[in-house]
């Protein structure tokens, strides 16, 4: 008997201990699981919603590009800068292909414009555009050669021997054709609509006059040459004619489209940021969702796992039961025998014990009072249970955090987006922030190929006796025109030309010594003085606008940045100035 | 027991890195894919009526087949065209491809223009392109450097109704040609309308005279100026023109009359009874301000012959795509070469131009009976020539094309323009 119940004993204490294992291991699982499904889940929508946003974003990057190229193109009609808007609206219509209808509808259902919509509207507004460009532009050198033709016929008419009663209609003649090429030229640079119409009636006045030359004319050959001229004059009216209606339609086309560009954009932003609240909506939502599945885990894992320790103990409180028969008096019932096992066992052993009760009374009275015991210690297994769950508030809290630092970062994204803009306004350069950014980078990169970087300041001379003289838009337009000039002249790819500020504009130039970029500098201020841009507050160059130039390169060293570049180019440029302006002035090339 | 669980722990974690690994990849492959890349052509054809949309529909058909390339085909101001293909050339700032006309004008420019033996060779071009047409067209400096487009042929347009009122059948022989012209005039009816505003209208008269009067031989050697315009050849050919006029062949003023809406409506409204062109007039003809029927309405004879001992040569321009050095897209610009040179393609270009296609592979049955009848005569002539502002080099083309419109206002005068014109040659700055 003594060795049954020590047998029993072992039995409970291992049964205790395989019960809290397997309790703990199951609740550990059941968490673990649910965490898991969260994660994964959350990952799943997320991440499609994000890539969503990404998406979106692709789409935004070529809109702007679209934008950009356009206004470059506006300035340097390069057919390139026509590819490349065209290539981008590609590119933005293929990630628009992609972006799920849904994105952009406006939840309220009021503002929200039909993004796909007015991307293709704004495509055929971009088709009309370049096809009015590429018109005005094939007709503007037709012009140019009908003129040049023209002159050349004046010529040939003035050769001609003519009486001298003829000569006012020459001259009547020689001064129409000139003053409508004066206007064809003003409008070309000035496009004022009434222009067309003045030099209309100046050629018409010039036709006239070759007529009457024709009629008067003494001999037939110079009578052939008024005639070719009356040709050539019409060939002139006509082609200008059209050049003017296409140039018109060009530029009436111009502001829409770049309004529509700006449109686009907005609408996109609009559309951006709504699915970034969707994916904080979807964060906040998954988080929710995971406490409640975990909650509603453990509450599930505790009454499994009650009723798993009730089931391991149902064979022992049968026993207790019997025994407390046993203890009423109550000797008929016996336990039946399962299996082979130390239960069964027990119960055989139960039932010889039965048989011999009377001698057996008071161990079994022990027992009873052991079997209480093993009660008490159950309780504070389940205390353990309450205590594991706080543990799971505690990792719910930190993938909290995690969320909200996840949303702070997509703020700052969005931010970095809306100052990407990389073009000055005014002039269709490179702005200043994107000169710093293009300057680190370039500095960066000849310090790991060990090249030279040239930094060239450029200052308009007498800027400010102009704005006065001339008044603040005219100023403007002077920039315009001395940024035209510098982008064209520093044209090489790794060449950056940026507005510095005011009337100071700075050229970064990679893989560039400090002669190459003297002789860059020259060019630049030589190509501006012989625009001959007029300016007749400046005392130099016969009244037109110069530069001043400063020049800096050096090869970077490790341990030093752009600003000494800056600073040299700067103190050039101060020389150049002091030292009369309108010339180019050297930084020491201290590292070479 | 517990083993197992973290072998499981281990799965998952495993599982999620993967397919976060995996959603990554997709990522950074979608951003480095390539978007489509543009091809630009600038092309002077222009469409009219049901053809109006012709060269967009061939560009969507292109794009439509991928590749990644994206053709956009702009139409420029026809002669306009003329020089701003010369000045794109010039600064460097060219489209990738533009529509040319064969000839001298291709040759002016060959040094600027990308060889297309490669996209083309020649072994597979001379398969599907007649010998004339490549010799003539395609090669040049034994390197093949336009694709041929359309071959447009000139003759006689006439309105049948008129000439069937006035008992007047379309003339084989000059004598034939010159009784319908009497006819006609006798009975108030201008016989053939001339719009010569645009100045190249005119040259086709100069063109036929010569090559059905004087062997083709030496129309070559005047084009190149190695003969002159004093010669008797060409005095001859303007006496005759000169006697047309004077038996008021054509209209008054040609000068001021544009060929399209000026002479081509004059024989639509039966004022006039024929014009001599090129088979563009088709495609004007069926637009949707007209809508005339060939072969009903209107009917198309050749130039008539002069001296029956001549082998007779046919007369059109060919037009083509070339690809500059400079071209900015040329895998694009190559791709859409060879989809250009495929049988329906030119086909479609065939049926929207009113030109024959070029391409040998363009069955016969595709065409109309009259574009099959014209398409027969060609295959009759001797040999095919490029009217003359596209067989002389340019210089000499522009003081023929002077040439032919003074002419046409002082016809009487033409010994003189002849050696004005002949100096002209001689210094070539002159216009």
């Given amino acids: ?592 | 027991m517990l083993g197992r669980a973290w072998r499981r722990l281990g799965w998952c974690v495993c599982l999620v890195l993967a397919l976060w690994g995996s959603a990554g990849c997709e990522r950074s492959a979608e951003e480095n894919r390539p978007a489509a890349r543009n091809v630009s052509l600038l092309h002077y054809f222009s469409f009219s009526g049901a053809f109006a949309g012709a060269m967009d529909r061939l560009a969507e058909g292109f794009n439509r087949e991928g590749a990644g390339q994206v053709l956009s085909a702009l139409p420029v101001d026809h002669e306009a065209f003329k020089t701003s293909i010369l000045e794109d050339l010039r600064l460097g700032n060219t489209a990738d491809l533009y529509s040319y006309w064969a000839g001298a004008r291709v040759r002016a420019i060959v040094d600027q223009l990308a060889p297309l033996d490669a996209t083309l060779p020649l072994g597979e071009l001379s398969r599907s392109f007649a010998p004339s047409v490549i010799q003539s067209a395609a090669l040049y400096d034994g390197h093949v450097y336009l694709l041929p487009l359309t071959q447009h042929y000139v003759g006689f347009f006439y309105n049948k109704k008129v000439f069937a009122a006035h008992g007047v059948t379309p003339p084989r022989t000059w004598d034939e040609f010159l009784q319908a012209v009497a006819t006609l005039r006798r009975k108030g009816i201008v016989p053939v309308a001339l719009g010569a505003k645009a100045k190249w209208p005119a040259q086709f008269w100069f063109d036929y005279l010569l090559l059905r009067s004087a062997p083709l031989d030496y129309r070559e050697r005047l084009v190149r100026g190695q003969a002159a315009f004093t010669d008797p050849e060409v005095r001859h050919v303007f006496s005759l023109w000169r006697d047309l006029v004077r038996a008021g062949a054509f209209n008054a003023r040609p000068n001021d009359l544009e060929f399209d809406r000026g002479a081509a409506a004059m024989v639509y409204r039966g004022e006039a009874a024929m014009t001599l062109m090129g088979t563009w007039l088709i495609g004007y003809y069926s637009g949707p301000e007209y809508v005339w029927l060939e072969g009903e309405d209107y009917g198309f004879f050749p130039f008539p012959v002069l001296d029956p001992q001549l082998p007779r040569v046919a007369l059109g321009p060919i037009d083509g795509l070339v690809m500059p050095r400079a071209a900015k897209n040329e895998a694009g610009a190559r791709r859409v070469l060879r989809y250009f040179a495929s049988a329906p393609v030119q086909e479609e270009l065939s049926r929207a131009t009113g030109a024959l296609a070029p391409s040998l592979a363009v069955p016969e049955r595709a065409y109309s009976p009259l574009k099959q009848a014209i398409r027969a005569d060609i295959l009759n002539s001797a040999a095919w020539a490029f009217n003359f502002d596209l067989a002389a080099p340019p210089a000499i083309a522009e003081v023929g094309l002077n040439l032919f419109a003074q002419f046409l206002e002082f016809p009487d005068q033409y010994a003189h323009l002849l050696e004005q014109a002949e100096a002209r040659v001689r210094t070539p700055a002159a216009p």
Avoid at chain 1, 198 to 213: K, M, N, T
Avoid at chain 1, 377 to 398: H, P, R, Y
């Fill in chain 1, 1 to 592: 008997m003594q060795r049954m119940f020590e047998r029993l004993r072992a039995y409970y204490q291992r049964q205790r201990l395989a019960g809290k294992l397997n309790l703990l291991l199951l609740f550990l699982l059941s968490v673990l699981l649910a965490n898991t499904l969260a994660v994964f889940g959350s990952l799943a929508l997320v991440y499609s919603s994000n890539a969503t946003l990404w998406t979106l974003e692709r789409f935004k990057v070529q809109v702007d590009t679209i934008e950009h190229t356009l206004l470059r193109f506006r300035v340097t009609h390069e057919r390139v800068d026509a590819q490349a808007a065209h290539d981008a609206l590609s590119a933005a219509e293929v990630w628009l292909g992609r972006i799920p209808a849904r994105v952009f509808a406006d939840p309220d259902g009021a503002a929200g414009e039909d993004i796909p919509r007015l991307m293709r509207g704004f495509g055929e507004q971009l088709r009309a555009y370049l096809y009015y460009h590429e018109q005005s532009v094939a007709l503007g050198s037709r012009l140019r050669q009908t003129s040049a033709k023209l002159q050349e016929r004046v010529r040939l008419l003035r050769a001609q021997a003519w009486p001298e009663s003829l000569d006012p209609v020459l001259a009547r003649l020689v001064q129409a054709i000139l003053q409508a090429r004066l206007d064809q030229q003003e409008f070309v640079l000035g496009e004022d609509a009434a222009l067309v119409g003045a030099q209309r009636a100046q050629l018409d006045r010039a036709i006239e006059a070759a007529l009457e030359l024709r009629q008067r004319a003494p001999r037939i050959e110079a009578r052939i040459e008024a005639y070719a001229l009356t040709q050539e004059i019409q060939g002139v009216a006509e082609t200008f004619g059209r050049f003017a209606e296409y140039t018109r339609r060009k530029r009436d086309n111009e502001a829409p489209l770049l309004r529509a560009a700006q449109r686009v954009a907005e609408q996109v932003g609009a559309a951006a940021e709504r699915q970034r609240t969707t994916i904080v909506r979807q964060i906040v939502l998954i988080v929710v969702c995971t406490l409640l599945a975990s909650l509603l885990l453990v509450v599930l894992g505790s009454l499994l796992g009650r009723r798993f320790v009730r089931g391991l103990t149902r064979p022992l409180d049968e026993l207790v039961e019997l025994s407390g028969r046993l203890a009423r008096g109550d000797y008929a019932r016996r336990m039946a025998v399962r299996a082979p096992d130390e239960i069964g066992e027990l119960a055989t052993g139960f039932n010889r014990m039965a048989d011999t009760l009377q001698a057996q009374i008071e161990t079994l009275q022990s027992t009873g009072s052991e079997l209480r015991t093993r009660s008490a210690e159950l309780e504070s297994a389940n205390q353990a249970l309450l205590e594991a769950k706080s543990a799971t508030d505690v990792l719910n809290s930190s993938l909290e955090a995690k969320v909200l630092d996840r949303t702070r970062q997509l703020e700052a994204v969005n931010r970095q987006l809306t100052e990407l803009t990389v073009t000055d306004a005014l002039t269709g350069l490179a702005n200043r922030r994107h000169f710093d950014t293009v300057l680190a980078e370039e500095w960066a990169r000849a310090l790991r190929a060990g090249r030279p970087l040239a930094l060239l300041m450029v200052d308009v001379d007498f800027f400010k006796p102009y704005n006065d003289r001339y008044g603040h838009q005219a100023g403007d337009e002077c920039l315009r025109r001395v940024a035209q000039f510098l982008h064209a002249t520093a044209r090489r790819a790794g060449d950056l030309v940026a507005r510095y500020g005011g009337e100071e504009f700075v050229v970064v130039s990679v893989d560039t010594d400090l002669s190459a970029a003297c002789s860059l500098a020259e060019a630049l201020r030589v190509a501006v003085a012989g625009a001959g841009i007029l300016h007749e507050a400046s005392p130099l160059a016969g009244g037109r606008v110069t530069l001043s130039v400063g020049v800096a390169a050096a090869v970077p060293q490790p341990g030093e940045g752009p600003e000494r570049l800056l600073h040299q180019a700067d103190a050039a440029l101060y020389r150049a100035k002091s030292g009369g302006r309108n010339c180019v002035a050297l930084a020491p090339a201290s590292d070479e």
